[in-house]
């Protein structure tokens, strides 16, 4: 633990003077997660989000969102879902609100102990029209996120790594993907209807003025009902 902390000192002193003309940056999500059975099929489901940047020591945002979806099909392998979400950003200090609707459907088969799952999502995100000039509002994203994870049946723990990209809508004559998200993770059921887990994620943009790399470590806790 010393030596990581040391590293990870290093690895934070060194971003003013070299990471940043690269337009990367290292941060930090937690997660609570909490989903209510409904019905057949139907489930209710709760989540906050907090995100740091710089090195943990600047908060970006905050997120609370609320979905319900209903799995069908044999052992329920197709989703669909749709949700809001209320995000409060800090902007060089100042906060800024936006808001989000969502929806997707996703498609997930079992072979063993393998589980592989596609996810299709549409998301606009509205933005507050106060706090600055926004060339799109909403601005629409198709996400496309492709996901492996492995169960260990026996300790009731799954490991997982996944791609997405974001494919930008209503561009002016062109649809282009300008981000690109990788996540490697490892869940852990303490119970029934309790899990944490903890992950590695990194966001790349791409196609767009002055691109940023971000690299994350999250904490995940989630709650079952």
Excluded at 164 to 174: P, S, T, W
Excluded at 180 to 202: H, M
């Amino acid at each position: 633990m010393k030596r990581l902390a040391i590293t990870l000192f290093l690895f934070c002193s060194l971003i003013p003077v070299n990471l940043l003309a690269q337009q990367h940056d290292f941060g930090g999500l937690v997660n609570l997660e909490f989903e209510q059975k409904v019905a057949k099929g139907f489930d209710f489901n709760l989540e906050a989000e907090a995100r740091f940047h710089h090195c943990f020591t600047a908060f970006n945002r905050l997120k609370i969102g609320t979905s319900f979806d209903y799995s069908f099909l044999k052992k329920k392998r197709l989703k669909i879902a749709i949700g809001a979400n209320y995000m409060l950003y800090n902007d060089l200090g100042t906060a800024e609100h936006r808001g989000r609707i969502v929806g997707g459907l996703s498609y997930t088969e079992k072979i063993k102990n393998f589980k592989l799952s596609y996810r299709v999502r549409v998301q606009s995100t509205f933005y507050d029209e106060l706090r600055g000039e926004h060339k799109f509002n909403p601005k629409t994203y198709l996400r496309n996120r492709l996901q492996l994870a492995y169960h260990f049946k026996e300790k009731g723990m799954e490991i997982y790594a996944s791609t997405e990209f974001f494919l930008r809508l209503y561009q002016k004559g062109n649809y282009f993907v300008d981000n690109f998200r990788t996540i490697v993770g490892w869940d852990y059921k303490l119970n029934q209807g309790n899990s944490i887990g903890i992950f590695f994620r990194v966001d790349n943009e791409i196609q767009v003025k002055n691109p940023e790399n971000m690299y994350y470590f999250g904490l995940r806790y989630g709650f079952k009902n």
